[in-house]
Protein backbone atom coordinates (compact mmCIF):
# COMPACT_ATOMS: atom_id res chain seq x y z
CA UNK A 1 0.00 0.00 0.00
CA UNK A 2 1.15 3.30 -1.04
CA UNK A 3 1.84 5.94 1.74
CA UNK A 4 1.33 9.22 -0.35
CA UNK A 5 -1.34 11.38 0.71
CA UNK A 6 -4.34 12.72 -1.88
CA UNK A 7 -2.68 16.10 -2.23
CA UNK A 8 0.73 14.46 -3.14
CA UNK A 9 -0.92 12.81 -6.04
CA UNK A 10 -3.37 16.04 -7.00
CA UNK A 11 0.36 17.39 -7.01
CA UNK A 12 1.95 14.63 -9.54
CA UNK A 13 -1.27 14.44 -11.67
CA UNK A 14 -1.60 18.73 -12.32
CA UNK A 15 2.24 18.36 -12.64
CA UNK A 16 1.56 16.01 -15.40
CA UNK A 17 -1.02 17.38 -16.88
CA UNK A 18 0.95 20.56 -17.46
CA UNK A 19 4.00 19.06 -18.65
CA UNK A 20 1.22 17.85 -21.30
CA UNK A 21 -0.11 20.92 -21.70
CA UNK A 22 3.70 22.54 -21.95
CA UNK A 23 4.33 19.62 -24.61
CA UNK A 24 1.20 20.18 -26.58
CA UNK A 25 1.81 24.30 -26.92
CA UNK A 26 5.13 23.66 -28.33
CA UNK A 27 3.77 21.30 -30.94
CA UNK A 28 1.44 24.11 -32.23
CA UNK A 29 3.99 26.13 -32.55
CA UNK A 30 5.77 23.64 -34.54
CA UNK A 31 2.96 22.71 -36.48
CA UNK A 32 2.26 26.03 -37.51
CA UNK A 33 5.41 26.26 -38.85
CA UNK A 34 5.08 22.87 -41.00
CA UNK A 35 1.52 23.62 -41.86
CA UNK A 36 3.23 27.35 -43.69
CA UNK A 37 5.94 25.47 -45.65
CA UNK A 38 3.83 22.82 -46.95
CA UNK A 39 1.13 25.34 -47.96
CA UNK A 40 4.03 27.21 -49.44
CA UNK A 41 4.79 23.82 -51.40
CA UNK A 42 1.06 23.23 -52.53
CA UNK A 43 0.64 26.96 -53.47
CA UNK A 44 4.16 26.08 -55.66
CA UNK A 45 2.86 23.06 -57.07
CA UNK A 46 -0.44 24.36 -58.34
CA UNK A 47 1.26 27.68 -59.96
CA UNK A 48 3.81 25.25 -61.64
CA UNK A 49 0.49 24.25 -63.67
CA UNK A 50 0.08 27.22 -64.61
CA UNK A 51 -3.75 26.92 -64.86
CA UNK A 52 -4.83 27.64 -61.64
CA UNK A 53 -6.70 31.01 -61.08
CA UNK A 54 -6.26 31.65 -57.71
CA UNK A 55 -8.72 34.92 -58.22
CA UNK A 56 -11.74 33.13 -58.19
CA UNK A 57 -13.90 33.81 -55.43
CA UNK A 58 -15.36 31.60 -52.13
CA UNK A 59 -17.97 33.63 -50.77
CA UNK A 60 -17.11 36.59 -52.17
CA UNK A 61 -13.86 36.68 -51.25
CA UNK A 62 -10.82 35.56 -53.43
CA UNK A 63 -8.84 31.83 -52.69
CA UNK A 64 -5.80 34.00 -52.50
CA UNK A 65 -6.84 35.86 -49.65
CA UNK A 66 -7.75 32.95 -47.38
CA UNK A 67 -4.25 30.93 -47.87
CA UNK A 68 -2.46 34.79 -46.45
CA UNK A 69 -5.07 35.03 -44.16
CA UNK A 70 -4.32 31.76 -43.05
CA UNK A 71 -0.28 32.73 -42.94
CA UNK A 72 -0.95 35.26 -41.31
CA UNK A 73 -2.51 33.79 -38.73
CA UNK A 74 -0.51 31.06 -38.42
CA UNK A 75 2.45 33.19 -37.67
CA UNK A 76 0.43 34.24 -34.66
CA UNK A 77 -0.11 31.20 -33.43
CA UNK A 78 3.93 30.50 -33.80
CA UNK A 79 4.45 33.53 -32.22
CA UNK A 80 1.97 33.16 -28.87
CA UNK A 81 3.21 29.70 -29.04
CA UNK A 82 6.54 30.92 -28.59
CA UNK A 83 5.55 33.95 -26.18
CA UNK A 84 3.63 31.36 -24.22
CA UNK A 85 7.00 29.37 -23.30
CA UNK A 86 8.74 31.85 -22.10
CA UNK A 87 5.80 33.78 -19.92
CA UNK A 88 5.31 29.83 -18.50
CA UNK A 89 9.50 29.91 -17.67
CA UNK A 90 9.58 33.20 -15.96
CA UNK A 91 5.97 32.35 -14.02
CA UNK A 92 7.68 29.08 -12.39
CA UNK A 93 10.50 30.36 -12.04
CA UNK A 94 8.90 33.33 -9.62
CA UNK A 95 6.27 30.73 -8.05
CA UNK A 96 9.40 28.40 -7.18
CA UNK A 97 11.08 31.34 -5.59
CA UNK A 98 8.28 32.55 -3.93
CA UNK A 99 7.50 29.08 -2.74
CA UNK A 100 11.47 28.55 -1.29
CA UNK A 101 11.38 31.81 0.34
CA UNK A 102 7.96 30.92 2.20
CA UNK A 103 9.51 27.36 3.12
CA UNK A 104 12.53 28.79 4.45
CA UNK A 105 11.18 31.71 6.26
CA UNK A 106 14.17 34.09 4.20
CA UNK A 107 13.06 37.55 3.99
CA UNK A 108 14.06 39.10 0.14
CA UNK A 109 12.96 42.95 0.00
CA UNK A 110 11.52 42.24 -3.93
CA UNK A 111 8.79 39.53 -2.49
CA UNK A 112 6.06 42.33 -3.19
CA UNK A 113 7.27 43.18 -6.82
CA UNK A 114 7.87 38.90 -7.47
CA UNK A 115 4.37 38.78 -6.32
CA UNK A 116 2.79 41.35 -8.79
CA UNK A 117 4.90 40.43 -11.37
CA UNK A 118 3.42 36.28 -11.18
CA UNK A 119 0.10 37.50 -11.05
CA UNK A 120 0.88 39.61 -13.94
CA UNK A 121 2.82 36.95 -16.32
CA UNK A 122 -0.08 34.09 -14.92
CA UNK A 123 -2.57 36.78 -16.72
CA UNK A 124 -0.17 37.04 -20.06
CA UNK A 125 0.14 33.43 -19.99
CA UNK A 126 -3.32 32.44 -19.60
CA UNK A 127 -4.12 34.86 -22.96
CA UNK A 128 -1.17 33.95 -24.76
CA UNK A 129 -2.92 30.56 -24.28
CA UNK A 130 -6.20 31.40 -25.66
CA UNK A 131 -4.92 33.19 -28.42
CA UNK A 132 -2.53 30.46 -29.77
CA UNK A 133 -5.51 27.68 -29.45
CA UNK A 134 -7.67 30.30 -31.13
CA UNK A 135 -5.60 31.72 -34.16
CA UNK A 136 -4.36 27.88 -35.09
CA UNK A 137 -8.24 26.82 -35.26
CA UNK A 138 -8.46 29.86 -37.71
CA UNK A 139 -5.76 29.09 -39.47
CA UNK A 140 -6.37 25.74 -40.22
CA UNK A 141 -10.15 26.95 -41.19
CA UNK A 142 -8.73 29.20 -43.86
CA UNK A 143 -6.19 26.98 -45.28
CA UNK A 144 -8.85 24.34 -45.73
CA UNK A 145 -11.13 26.31 -47.27
CA UNK A 146 -7.98 27.48 -49.71
CA UNK A 147 -6.86 24.09 -50.32
CA UNK A 148 -10.21 22.63 -50.75
CA UNK A 149 -11.33 25.34 -53.70
CA UNK A 150 -8.10 25.55 -55.23
CA UNK A 151 -7.97 21.62 -55.50
CA UNK A 152 -11.83 21.21 -56.33
CA UNK A 153 -10.49 24.42 -59.41
CA UNK A 154 -7.59 21.98 -60.07
CA UNK A 155 -9.85 18.38 -60.56
CA UNK A 156 -12.32 20.73 -62.87
CA UNK A 157 -9.43 21.45 -64.98
CA UNK A 158 -8.26 17.58 -65.12
CA UNK A 159 -11.52 16.57 -66.19
CA UNK A 160 -12.05 18.65 -69.16
CA UNK A 161 -8.76 17.90 -70.10
CA UNK A 162 -6.98 21.38 -70.03
Known amino acids: MSNTTAG ?8 KTHEIFLSVIGKIGLFS ?16 NGKVDFSIKFLHVPIYMYLFTSWIILVVALIFSLAYQWFEGKYMYSSYLLNWTKQEKVYVEKIPSFSKKNKLNYKIRNRLKKITFISFALGLVFLIIFAISSTYQLLELCKNGT
Open 8 to 15: EKFEEAQH
Open 33 to 48: AGIISLSITFVGYLTS
